[in-house]
């Protein structure tokens, strides 16, 4: 069942991207152009968009493209939650222990959880419930963060030592070709397109750098804290000039007045004009 | 625009009423329309137009039709800026939207979000986009598929497998 899946994604995944808006056209028979369906579409909760993506290939291609996904986004609602860690049985030479997937980083809807007895990493889509269980990475990987690279998401695991977290060498992995771990060379990756860059953060920015928050920023990487009501961050607008925004932008969160639990949660993602705040309380 | 059409439209298309200029619009199928330059910019593709300086003879708005570009004016003096609209009228006209039951419905809608394409009209856009969302929110994959005239071309395993991998949103 999940291989016929795959063969569909992976089907589609080779049919050239330019032909999208013609044959839509054609295959909807209304003529409707393929800027309109995206804009009707994009107003759809995610149920009926599953429903919708049964109707035909294009259909399916369409609301599976990062394009369309990053819009149905932006087109939810202001704040959303993310509920409970997740406890599932495990079988352990026979015997059934409890082990707990706990939030480690959320990225476009998806949430990176890890294992505390099996170590085992998987990614859930909150709208979803789709889980996916990642191919084991190296042995002595103590952080895995996602991030998106050319349309797709891709995985990227830091190894070394797990106490001092010292970084002995990096993994990947590539969400959209069913792919293992390959390891990376560091710091100059392979076919010299990726390269690491080395940025400063301002001294005497935030008084306590522990509590910083790291987070996106229309795209940018972003450190804050939050001090009262208020989020106060500072943001890397060019990591290859080493350019950051001349001053701090101060966002008012004035609801967090009403709800102070929140404060305790970590504003993960701002998109445009919208904050994402998960929280791993049952709210 | 030939010039040709420039040169035979220029006696009527620059008339004024007041201070308001009025445009003349004609529709793919030769019905004409006079309507206050004010409103009519609430499409950017004629605002454009009139910024450019090209709107001073009849302006063809192709691939709409007289009835439906009726409804486009309808909805531009509804909603134009300035215009003290009447809440409630707004709503109940708008409500004609909410239920697109049959074809002849949905056959106006299309058109009407076409017209609102192809003058660039973005709140009629918006408008008509999430009437047909509302009217797919609770439909099956096949109503889905005959709302908007597609013939699946998945195979009837491939459309299981589909199915059953997110068994969840098939249910009611």
């Known amino acids: ?178 792919d293992k771990w390959r390891p990376l060379k560091f710091p100059i990756l392979q076919r010299g397109q990726r390269r690491f860059f080395n940025n400063t953060l301002p001294q005497g920015l935030f008084s306590n750098l522990s509590e910083v928050l790291i987070f996106i920023w229309n795209g940018c990487l972003a450190f804050g804290d939050l001090v009262e009501e208020k989020l106060n961050l500072i943001v890397l607008e060019d990591y290859r000039m080493h350019k950051w925004s001349k001053t701090k932008i101060v966002v008012p969160l004035t609801f967090l007045k009403e709800n102070p639990d929140l404060k305790k949660q970590v504003p993960i993602c701002l998109c445009k004009d919208k904050v994402w705040f998960y929280s791993n309380q049952g709210h | 625009m030939s010039t040709a059409a420039t040169a035979d439209a220029s006696s009527s298309g620059d008339t004024t009423e007041g201070s308001v200029r009025l445009l003349t619009l004609q529709s793919e199928d030769g019905e004409v329309f006079e309507v206050k330059e004010t409103i009519a910019t609430q499409s950017v593709t004629i605002k454009g137009m009139v910024d450019d300086d090209c709107a001073t003879s009849t302006i063809p708005v192709c691939n709409v039709t007289g009835r439906t570009l009726a409804m486009v004016i309808e909805w531009w003096n509804k909603h134009e800026i300035g215009a003290v609209s009447n809440e409630k009228e707004l709503k109940e006209w708008e409500s004609q939207f ?75």
């Open chain 1, 1 to 178: 069942m999940e291989e016929v899946g795959v063969q569909i994604s992976q089907m589609l995944c080779d049919e050239s991207t330019k032909d999208n808006g013609d044959v839509l056209v054609a295959v909807v028979g209304l003529f409707l152009p393929y800027e309109i369906f995206f804009e009707i579409l994009s107003w759809l909760p995610v149920k009926y968009l599953v429903r919708c993506k049964c109707v035909c290939k294009k259909c399916y291609k369409m609301i599976e493209e990062r394009s369309f996904i990053m819009k149905h986004l932006r087109c939810s609602n202001l704040v959303k939650f993310y509920c409970e860690d997740e406890v599932e049985n495990l079988d352990v030479d026979g015997i059934i222990v409890q082990e707990t997937f706990k939030n480690e980083q959320v990225f476009a809807g998806l949430s990176l959880e890890k294992g505390d007895i099996s170590c085992k990493y998987r990614l859930r889509n909150f709208t979803t419930q789709e889980i996916l269980y990642l191919p084991n990475p190296h042995e002595d990987t103590f952080r895995i963060y996602i991030f998106p690279l050319s349309g797709g998401i891709k995985l990227m695991s830091f190894y070394g030592d797990k106490n001092s977290r010292h970084v002995n060498g990096l993994e990947i992995l590539n969400l959209d070709k069913n």
């Open chain 2, 98 to 172: 909410d239920t697109i039951d049959d074809k002849s419905d949905r056959d106006d809608v299309y058109d009407l979000l076409m017209a609102a394409n192809y003058l660039n009209i973005p709140t009629l856009l918006d408008c008509c986009t999430s009437a047909v969302a509302e009217a797919i929110k609770g439909k099956s994959t096949d109503e889905m598929r005959e709302f908007f005239d597609i013939k699946s071309d998945f195979d009837e395993k491939e459309e299981d497998a589909l199915r059953k991998e997110n068994q969840w949103a098939f249910e009611n």
